[in-house]
Every structure is written in C-alpha cells, then in structure tokens.
C-alpha cells in the first residue's frame, strides 16, 4: 500500500480522526449554544437537552461513519464546520422560538434530519463525481423547469412579495434552492466542453480580450433567466445568484477577464433597468440608502437589525439578554443580525471564518482535483456558498441592498438546508476523489485529461 | 441568573466558539504538509535506521539502473537504489537532461513491490512507452524502451 502511494510521490492523509475530533468540537458549539440559550432566556439548562443534544449528536456521528466508510480521503475540516454552523443555527432559531412562541426550531431539526440523510444517500450512491457529467443537458433542463414552477398557476404561491414558493399538498418549498446545484453540475459540464471556443476566440480592445459575438450565446441566455427571475419571481437575491455562479465558473474555466467585464457590465445595465422599472427593487434599494427614513415601514428589518448589532457591540448581549426578535423574519433572512446581537461583533467574526473556511476547502478540492470537470463543479459549489454567504451578509450589514437569500446553514428554511448539504456531500466526493493517493484512471477521464495537456510537439 | 454567570456563559460561549475555529484552521495548517513521501514519514515517525524497513531480497535478474540508450545524454546512468528517479530538465532529477522536448519535471519511474512503473508527469509533450504515450503508470520490464523527448531509456541489469 505504502509502496503504491509512494509511487506518486505524496499522499494526503485520510485524517479521519482530525475530523471526528473537530465533530466533538462541533457539537459543544450547537449543544453548548442550546444549553446558553436555556440558560439565558429560562434561567435553567433546557430539560430536553439530552434528547436534542442526542440527536444532534447522533446525525453527526452518521455523517462521519457515512464519510468515513465511502469517502475516506474525503477533507477533514468541511464537514464539523458545517455541522458547527448547523448547531448554532438550530439552537438561534431555538432563542428566537422562544421569544415568539414559534417552533421553528422543531422543524429545522427535521429539515436537518431530511439534509443529513440526502447528504448521506449522496455520498452512497455518488461513488464518483465525473457520472455527473453525463447529465449536464438534463440537470440544465431540469433547473429550468425548478425554476419555472413556481410561475405555474396552481403550485406556485407568492410569499412575502417573491414569488419563489411551490406548493406541494403540506409542505412548501423553493425550488430554486435545488436549481441551484442543478445549474453548477449544467455549467461544469457544458464549460468542460465548450472552454477552448469561449477561451480563445476574440479580439484585443484596450487591455481586455473581448470575447467574440457569436460565443455570448450561453451567457445572453443566463442573463435573460436572471432578469426573469428578477422580473416575474421579483427575487433579487437568486438573480444575483445564479448570474454570478455563471459568470464566476465561465471566468474560471476561459481565464479570461474579459468575460468578468461583459458580465459586469450587462449585470450593472440590468440591475439599473430594474432598479429604474420595479417599484420592488426600488424599495429594496431606498431602504438600504435610507433605512431610517421610513422606520416603520421598508426600513424597519435593516433598522432593527442595525440597531441590534450596535446594541450587540464587541462581544454581544449574551443568549436571551438581547431582543433580536424585534427584527422582522430574524429566524431566516436576519438571523445574522440576531448573532450580531448575541454574540456580538466576535461571534459574527467567527461565523464569517468558517464561512471563509468552508469556501477555502471547496477551492482546495478544486484545486487538488484531476479531472476539469470536478475542478469547475467544486469551484463553482465554494462559489455559490460564496456569493450566498456575500449577498445576505452584505445586506443584512448595509454593504450592499437587502436581497432575499439564506444564510447557508444558519437560517431557517428547508429547501436552502437540504440542498446545502447536498453542496456539502458534492464537495466532499471531489475532494475525496482528488486526494485519493491512486489515481483511478477509467477511460472516460482520458478525454479530459488529454484536453488539458497544451500542445503536442511532434517528434521528427 | 446572576449578571456575572450570564457574562461568564457568555464568554465561555464565544471561547467554544472559537476554539472551535482556531482547531479548525489548525487541522487545514497540518493538512498542507500531508502532502509528503511516504517513505520519508515512516522514517521519521519510527524514527528507526532508514535502512531496516527497505531491505527487500534482490532477486537475480532484476533490474539495477536506468540507462540513457540515445539521445544527447546518451550512456547517462542513475541507481535505482534511489527509486523513485525523477527524469526531467530541472536541477532535482535525477537523471537530467539536455533534451529541449523534456518538460522540467516530465517523468518518474518507482517501483511496486517487484514490479517497475514509468509515470508521467504532466509533461508536455508526453512519455512514450513503445509508440504509445502513457497516461497512466505503466509497467517496465527489462529493455523496455521509454521515450521522453527526443532521448530513450531503458531498465538495465
């Protein structure tokens, strides 16, 4: 064994145990903050804390027996982090239950019941990324018509003035949450194939390489999507999403600016025909200039919100000793101004690191990766979290205008949790693959990798 | 609840909180250096003679060298006692040619178990073994030509 890996030179470690290590260390960041909200808002260690705290702990010790028995190389430090993010979230949106007599918490437990096992029959049954290949038109076919459900007259439901919901008998959920990955497993595939005509045809203008007129095909198309997103769902955020996604893996798989500078340059022009024809994206960006202006109305959740973190200050106001509950949907969209109030301006920093270190392995397995197909579907998965993590942090901090995203992990909502830990399975299969020590030369990676050596020279 | 638990549990709190990510960070730190030979490691970690694991039985027959055949470094030679050989332009190979079609690093050869492999290395213009081009480790018997650029090699007793 040890003379096979050393015949590649190196090996990455399986450090399975580096990760059941920072799992433990995981849980006491969920169980310790369920226990710091009992004892904050009731004054006693909540009675239920052993069952919860059981059952929190036994969906991660699953998740590590499930990685450990089919992706053993996989990278140690993704999963604890997300389960840390998990835990915490549960045990915010527990806080906030508590103040509104809701029980959201309860059924995010579900939802992350529901994630976990998808997360474990993923990594089962998705023994090697590169089959997902195969599906780039479908899964593209089939995030098209996720995304058009919720438009049809009889399961789609408007919420909250976005109109991203479908209806399906008892519960709802949004669609676009699972377009999402959908959509990065269709650019993968179709960049993998189409990188060497977006990459070098075109011509010089200035300092840019601009790409040429009959290649903006694909990226026309993405952008007609995202301003039907914009226009008919009214949902800034997942426009913003999807386009950035595209644009993101296009740039990394041609290594051309150019492709950043059209794509900015239609996404502005867009934002800006929005901004000047829909009142929605007009109130939205009012109230991120001008969030006190009209405090009881469109400025109330970012006011609240601001007010909240000032109030949290450095180190925060401690579980139950603030009021994040007077911010508006502070379980889902805000739930980072809750923290920001709890646990202050160094428990934010913490979420943002581990945000930061989920992204870094996700470009890490994109990285190490052999093939290019999994090098662009793990960069663009790091990204999407990215953009995710940027959009709803932005806006909820006033850096950018609110939009109408998860946070991913933290935020209460089926849909985004189930298709973030199928994120976080797809990310944990690649860099399983890609740390592997024996590379498992089948004939269909010959292709790509044949594509990616530069030119032969012919000898004699 | 007092005022000082409550700052206590909320500081205890935020140190889980980031003891959590300090070992986090600490665990990517030390995967960067997983990346090693293995062989290196066990020396290291038993810290016994390097010589006491690696000390297979030489079989009668089996080969000794790598030997250039042709090429403008012809009759160049290197042990395979110090398997893996790393074959290229670069100042690290051990075998190093002047061969303009050889990438810095292009190829190595290691063995496993009895058995001798080629691999390539992500070179440019490709290791050849017979008129094939490798793309995976490929096995090497005695006399077998390897061709790397414009020069051939070859296992030697």
């Known amino acids: 064994m040890t003379q096979q890996n050393s015949f590649l030179g190196f090996v990455h470690r399986r450090r399975r145990g580096a990760e059941l290590f920072l799992l433990i260390l995981a849980l006491f960041v969920g169980i310790g903050a369920y226990a710091a909200v009992g004892l904050g808002v009731e004054g006693e260690v909540p009675a239920d804390i052993i069952g919860y705290g059981g059952w929190l702990a036994a969906l991660t010790i699953a998740c590590h027996v499930v990685v450990r028995l089919t992706a053993p190389y996989a990278d140690p430090v993704l999963l604890p982090v997300v389960a840390a993010l998990n835990g915490l979230g549960l045990a915010v949106i527990h806080r906030l239950d508590l103040a509104d007599g809701t029980t959201f918490a309860r059924q995010q437990l579900v939802w992350m019941t529901i994630g976990v096992s998808l997360f474990a029959l993923t990594l089962i049954f998705l023994r090697d990324h590169r089959v997902l290949q195969r599906f780039t038109y479908t899964s593209g076919l089939a995030a098209i018509v996720l995304l058009l459900m919720p438009m049809l007259p009889f399961i789609g439901v408007q919420k909250n003035g976005a109109r991203i919901w479908i209806n399906l008998g008892p519960v709802g959920m949004q669609p676009g949450e699972v377009a999402k990955v959908l959509l990065v497993v269709a650019f993968a595939g179709y960049l993998v194939l189409h990188r060497d005509a977006l990459a070098l045809a075109g011509r010089r203008l200035v300092f840019v390489d601009l790409p040429r007129g009959r290649d903006l095909g694909p990226i026309l198309m993405m952008w007609l ?29 041609t290594e051309r600016p150019g492709w950043l500078v059209v794509g900015a340059s239609m996404f502005l022009a867009g934002a800006f025909l929005g901004y000047k024809a829909f009142s929605h994206v007009q109130v939205r960006v009012d109230a991120w200039l001008h969030p006190f202006d009209d405090f009881y109305g469109s400025g109330n959740q970012i006011g609240e919100s601001l007010f909240g973190m000032a109030w949290g200050g450095l180190l925060g106001r401690g579980f139950g000793q603030g009021s994040p509950s007077r911010i508006p949907f502070a379980e889902s969209d805000f739930i980072m101004g809750a ?21 870094e392995r996700g470009l890490r397995a994109a990285l190490v990766c052999r093939d290019a197909f999994g090098k662009l579907m793990a960069c663009g998965l790091a990204c999407v979290l990215a953009l995710q993590v940027f959009v709803v942090i932005g806006g909820v901090t006033r850096l950018i205008p609110l939009t109408g995203l998860t946070t991913p992990f933290l935020s209460y909502g089926g849909s985004s949790l189930v298709a973030n830990w199928v994120i ?37 | 609840m007092s005022e000082l638990t409550l700052f206590l549990i909320r500081f205890a709190y935020l140190a889980i909180l980031w003891i959590f990510v300090l070992s986090a960070i600490s665990v990517i730190r030390t995967d960067m250096f997983g990346a090693r030979l293995p062989a290196g490691a066990n020396r290291q970690a038993n810290g016994r003679a390097p010589k006491a694991p690696k000390a297979p039985p030489r079989r009668r027959g089996s080969p000794t060298h790598v030997a250039v055949v042709e090429g403008s470094n012809a009759g160049e030679r290197a042990d395979l006692a110090q398997a893996p050989i790393l074959i290229g332009r670069g100042p690290d190979a051990a075998i190093r040619l002047d061969d303009d079609y050889v990438s810095t690093r292009h190829a190595r050869i290691a063995a496993s178990g009895e058995q001798w492999f080629v691999e390539d290395l992500g070179s440019t213009n490709g290791t050849y073994v017979g008129s094939a081009r490798i793309t995976q480790p490929t096995t090497l018997a005695l006399g077998t030509q390897v061709r790397i650029g414009k020069t051939v090699l070859e296992l030697r007793k």
């Open chain 1, 424 to 460: 976080i399975a797809l990310l944990l299969r690649i860099s399983d693959q890609a740390r592997r020590p024996v590379p498992d030369l089948s004939q269909d990676s010959d292709e790509t990798s044949d594509a990616e050596t530069t030119q032969v020279v012919s000898l004699r």
């Open chain 1, 225 to 253: 999507l995202s301003l039907c997103i914009l226009v008919f769902q009214r949902d800034l955020g997942s426009s913003l999403l999807f386009f950035g996604i595209f644009l993101t893996m296009l740039y990394v798989a």
């Open chain 1, 339 to 359: 923290i920001g109030e709890e646990l202050g301006l160094t428990g934010v920093m913490a979420v943002i690191v581990l945000y930061g270190l989920i992204v």
